[in-house]
Structures are given as C-alpha cells and as structure tokens.
C-alpha cells in the first residue's frame, strides 16, 4: 500500500506541473514546489505546525499564541501547503518565526525537512496527513498533536482499503478532535488516544474581535464605510464565489434602502470587473470610497478587511456554499450577525451547528435569500442577542489543547526560557 501511496503522490506532483500550465493558483503550487527547500529556516525549531491554507492558520494561532506566552523565546514554524496561504499568511496578526512551504510528501523531502527544522514539538492542523512525514516525525520519535480534527465516515482511512493510512494516524500522539463523532469514528479504528475539545477558531475569533476594537487608527476608507453604512441595515456577502454574486443580484430591487458590502473570494482585476459589470453603476470600489455619492454597493477590492467590516453588518451571507468550500462563518457571527449560506455545508460541522443554534440559514435560491434576509433583519435584535451568546458558548478549546499538551509532554519538549 505505501508503494501505492507513494506513486500517487508522483502522480499528484506530476498533474500540478501539468495544470499549471492552465490555472495560475496549480502554477504558483508548482512553484512553491521547486523552491520549498529555500524557505525552511537554517536553524532548528521549538514548534512547527503545518496548516493546508489560511482556515487552519486560523484554528492554529490561539494556540500559537498562548505557546508563545508560555514560551518567549521559542522558535515557531508554520508550514503551508496552499499558495494562497503562504502568500497570505502575514495579514493575519501572527507570532511565527519562520514560515515555509510543505513539500510534496516524498520520504526524501520528508528526511531533508525534518533534518533541517529538527522540531522538538509538531501540530498538524484539521485534516492535514501526509503519510510519508508522519511516518518520518514517528520513527524520529517526536511529539505529533492533531488539534482540531475532524473525521468523516468517507475519510480513506474508515475504508477496506485504507490500511495504510490508519497505520499513519497511529504516528500521532494524541488526536484533538472537534465533535464526538470523530472520537467514535476513530474508535472504531482502535485509536484511543483522543479528546473531543471543540474548535480553536471561536477562541481566534472571539480574540480577533477583541483587537479590531482595540484599534485606535482605523484606515481612512473604513471611515468612509462606517459613515456609509451608518443608518441602514446593510448586508455584507463575504468571501463570495460567482454563484452568490449572481444570487444577490437578482434580489436586488427588494433590498431599496440597504447597503451592501461585498467581499469577493478572489481579487483579481477580471473577477472585479465581472462584478461591475453585473452591478453596473450601482456598485463602487473601496479604494475609490472617496468619491463615493450614492451607490448601494461597495465591492471590497482588497484582501485582509473582511474580519473587520462584518462589524458594520446587520445581516451576512457568506459564499462558498454552493460549491461545497464554505468559507469562515464564525467570522460575522462574533459580532451577533446571523449567517446565511448555500446548500453545500454537510463537510462543515460549524454549519449544523449555527442550523440547529438558529443562527445560520442555508438558501438554495433568489427566493429563498431573499426571504431570509428579510426575517433576519425583522429579529435582528433576538438574533443579534442569540448568535454573539453562542459564539462565547463555544470557546475554551484553545486551553484544553494546551493543557492536554502539557500534561503530556515531557519537559525536554519544551524550550528552555
């Protein structure tokens, strides 16, 4: 089975080359590709945790921070494997060191990672397994923390056939799941050494939050917006995809007398001029906020706000759901805004849990958001009320990691202070 896992990852490192050369984000993989071994730090390290993209940075950094509270002079490495995180990583409030790319999974590169980095401590975020490095991390025998992970019946490893990779999930020391269907899931597979613990991006959020508040000089276009935005109910479409923006427009002759924020996924100058287009002239760009006079919707043309401006918000609808890549609902919820989403969420637990909280409403249609958007803001008060009070219900994950660590660590694991 490793023979076989180990041609697929020269097959996968062969169709990044070749889609590359027809998608730019594969391109920039296949790039970072050849280049990884460049970006490691020329020292070893206290702590390395590896992350896919940006979503995981996030669940990742509470516990980055309170490591780095516990640990002044520790050295932090984050490993990304998405070009998007790796390009993106430095517009999130951070305290890492080091920041690199992961290789594609050889034993080779495997060995000249760890030889390099030579961790005392490693966290590997959600659902992050590449087999070759946990084999390598276990035969050199240092501590491997999974923290935050979730399981789906679906998953290789709950297969016939995927023995090999529930040999690799034994590489780990401990498992920090997100829900106790994880825990069954990987009890059914003779791994014990789990503690259902939550999610670390209500402790990011709830943290995130606290510092936008604490800014004392918000930039002169978010301002601008404030002002804006002041005295109407405003809907804010966050991280959205073609589908959403399509979706909004149909409903926009109902929504006389709001104001709409909208933050597209991707910021390229094609995707921007594809939203003036079918907004026309009542849309305006935030780097052109000075001229603006009466136009309903303001499109986001940078990346880095979007956290920020939720605050701003009566009502979000956030994308990604029709393609099944819901991006980050927890980010508007801590400021009380109820969530609405695509259909596509089964791969996201948060989203049942808003469902079920009565704080997240999946839409399928113009219809269906429409009529969503206008019973939120009709309880927008209870909802406001119920959403940031589920939120705060939800932290506490962050010090049950930490705190499982340490009484499981030995203290040559730790750096010395």
């Known amino acids: 089975m490793r023979v076989l896992y180990n041609a697929g990852i020269r097959l996968l490192g062969a169709g990044i080359f070749l889609l590359g050369k027809c998608n730019a984000k594969i391109k920039r993989r ?53 070009p998007s995180g790796f390009a993106h990583y430095h517009k999130r409030k951070h305290c890492a060191d080091f920041v690199c790319v992961f290789p594609l999974d050889t034993r080779r590169n495997a060995r000249i990672f760890l030889d390099k980095t030579q961790p005392k401590l490693v966290l590997f975020v959600k659902y992050e397994f590449w087999l070759n490095m946990l084999f390598c991390i276990k035969e050199r025998k240092i501590p491997l923390y999974s923290v935050a992970s979730i399981f789906r019946k679906s998953q290789p490893m709950f297969q016939p056939w995927g023995k090999i990779f529930r040999k690799g999930l034994q590489s780990f020391s401990h498992f920090f799941v997100q829900n106790d269907m994880s825990l069954r ?19 990011h959020v709830l943290r995130q939050k606290q510092s936008v508040e604490e800014e004392e000089n918000p930039d002169k276009h978010m301002l601008i917006l404030q002002g804006i935005c002041e005295g109407h109910p405003t809907l804010i479409l966050g991280s959205s995809w073609a589908e959403e923006e399509r979706l909004l427009r149909t409903c926009m002759e109902s929504l006389s007398g709001w104001k709409v924020i909208l933050a597209p996924h991707q910021v390229e100058e ?55 890549k819901l991006h980050n609902i927890l980010e508007p919820a801590v400021y009380g805004l109820p969530v609405l989403f695509g ?46 009070q589920f939120i705060e219900s939800q932290q506490g994950a962050t010090e049950k990691i930490m705190v499982g660590m340490a009484s499981k660590l030995s203290r040559s694991d730790f750096p010395s202070n």
Request: proline letters at 5%; glycine letters at 8%.
């Open 30 to 82: 296949w790039q970072m590709q050849q280049t990884w071994a460049q970006t490691l730090p020329t020292c070893p390290v206290d702590l390395w945790m590896h992350c896919a993209s940006l979503g995981e940075f996030d669940q990742g950094l509470p516990l980055l921070w309170d490591y780095r509270k516990a640990n002044p002079r520790a050295t932090i490495l984050v490993s990304f494997f998405s």
């Open 185 to 203: 899931l990987l009890a059914q597979i003779g791994i014990h050494e789990v503690t259902v613990v939550g999610d670390p991006r209500y402790d």
């Open 270 to 324: 094609t995707h921007l001029a594809s939203i003036h287009s079918l907004f026309g002239e009542s849309c305006i760009r935030y780097s052109d906020l000075e001229n603006h006079t009466q136009q309903q919707v303001i499109v986001i043309d940078c990346i880095g706000l979007l956290h920020q401006i939720y605050a701003l918000g009566s009502v979000a609808f956030v994308g990604g759901g029709f393609s099944g």
């Open 343 to 388: 259909p596509k969420y089964d791969k996201f637990p948060e989203a049942e849990a808003f469902i079920t909280a009565g704080i997240g409403f999946p839409i399928k249609d113009a219809d269906s958001l429409l009529d969503r958007i206008q019973h939120c803001f009709t309880h927008q008060e209870n909802l406001h009320k119920k959403t940031k």
